[in-house]
């Protein structure tokens, strides 16, 4: 039988019979159950370490070690990000390419405790990187090569310029640049203003995070999102409280109900109004309300992004030029071709760095589709015979395009 034939006598069929206990997509209020709960750091990295500088303590975390003679791949997340936005795509890179991939939480950011917390100069975040360095590798360090996202890609820049990383061969920036990073500092305080202060628990903003755009891969933003908040009583950061307690999720999950559907305890209602006004102790739901109440402030973002206003001018100006003056293979991976400036324009025309664009993804590139991405560092690595593939990987080669 045709599908034409099976549309045909469905149409000449009666309506069925709502089922209750199913609701339907287009019934109202029917929502689709999307996990929402943390992932752990583990589950993507092999190890962590808190790596001590002059300045502090660096949070850090790598994947597991590969072959002699691998690249490190050096991964600095964007503004108000943290080092697990780079999980899934590490996770990604590593099946394709022998290589090593090492995260770190930025000054200010994470787990990431140092002294002058809001210096967050460009100079500042750059000489940080080659500290970390020196203090995990001192003389015998792999050869690197340099990834950052927005504010990390602008770092990733100004340490290549400053020569903090005598082993740099390559530099990989993610959809930054100086034109347009330029012209979006003049509303990003008002976007800073329109996020909420503060989350009732990690599930919330890891919701948030999904349905407001900032990541669209759920199941990244379920390892990221808890990287970049605290707790207010305890100050310590949301990943520290992982794995959650089974009965404490519970409560947040999700309930589907039919639009229909009448509730139990309906039918009682009067007696318990009556009830309520006789009996003291039914006064113990309102003080469990006000309770709720509080907890709906559990949460607060790690770091206050709108105090470093001083420094984002620094982070991206002349930031184009600077690229270019790199000495080594570099790669720029753009969200959309109509972010290049006039200078990087020229510059892709007379084949200086290497340009790729992916459509259909949000600012995190990496997050959103850290396969893709993973596949494009692949393809470059591999192209200037920086890392070798493994015996597994078979990827789809992206060439030069935008």
């Known amino acids: ?174 959809d930054v640049v100086e034109g347009t990073a330029l012209e979006a500092l003049a509303s990003m305080q008002s976007f800073l203003r329109s996020r909420p202060s503060t989350f009732k628990s990690i599930q919330h903003a890891i919701e948030w995070c999904v349905r407001s755009g900032q990541v669209r891969n759920v199941d990244s933003a379920r390892v990221s999102m808890p990287g970049q908040i605290i707790n207010i009583e305890t100050k310590q950061l949301a990943t520290n409280e992982l794995p959650l307690k089974v009965e404490g999720s519970s409560e947040e999950k999700l309930e589907f109900k039919h639009p229909n559907a009448i509730a139990e305890d309906a039918e009682s209602g009067d007696t318990a109004s009556a009830t309520a006004e006789t009996d003291p102790a039914s006064n113990a739901p309102a003080a469990a309300a006000a309770a709720s109440a509080v907890n709906l402030r559990k949460y607060a973002w790690r770091i206050d992004l709108s105090k470093s206003e001083k420094y984002w001018e620094g982070w991206f100006s002349g930031l184009s030029q600077k690229f270019l003056d790199i000495h080594v293979p570099k790669l720029l991976l753009l969200a959309g071709i109509d972010n290049l400036d006039r200078a990087l324009t020229v510059g892709q025309m007379q084949g200086k760095f290497q340009l790729q664009v992916l459509a259909r993804c949000g600012h995190a590139v990496h997050e959103d589709r850290p396969h893709e991405v993973a596949e494009v560092l692949a393809t470059y690595l591999i192209r200037n015979r920086f890392a070798q593939p493994t015996a597994d990987g078979q990827f789809l080669k992206h060439m030069p395009a935008c």
């Open 1 to 174: 039988m045709s599908n034409l034939q099976r549309v045909m006598m469905k149409s000449r069929l009666p309506p069925m019979c709502p089922n209750p206990r199913f609701p339907k997509p287009s019934d109202r209020g029917f929502r689709r159950q999307t996990d929402y709960n943390p992932l752990m750091w583990d589950e993507f990295f092999a190890e962590k370490k808190d790596v001590e500088t002059k300045q502090g303590k660096f949070r850090v975390y790598l994947s597991a070690p590969t072959e002699a003679g691998a690249p490190l791949l050096v991964l600095l997340h964007g503004g108000g990000f943290s080092a697990l936005s780079w999980a899934h795509f590490s996770s990604e890179v590593t099946k394709l390419i022998h290589c090593q991939c090492l995260a770190i939480d930025i000054r200010g950011h994470g787990d990431t405790y140092t002294e002058e917390e809001d210096d967050l100069s460009a100079e500042r975040l750059a000489t940080d990187v080659g500290d970390v360095m020196q203090a995990m590798y001192g003389e015998s360090a792999p050869p690197i090569i340099l990834m950052g996202h927005s504010m990390g890609g602008a770092i990733c820049v100004h340490a290549a310029n400053s020569f903090v990383l005598p082993t740099l061969i390559g530099v990989v920036v993610i």
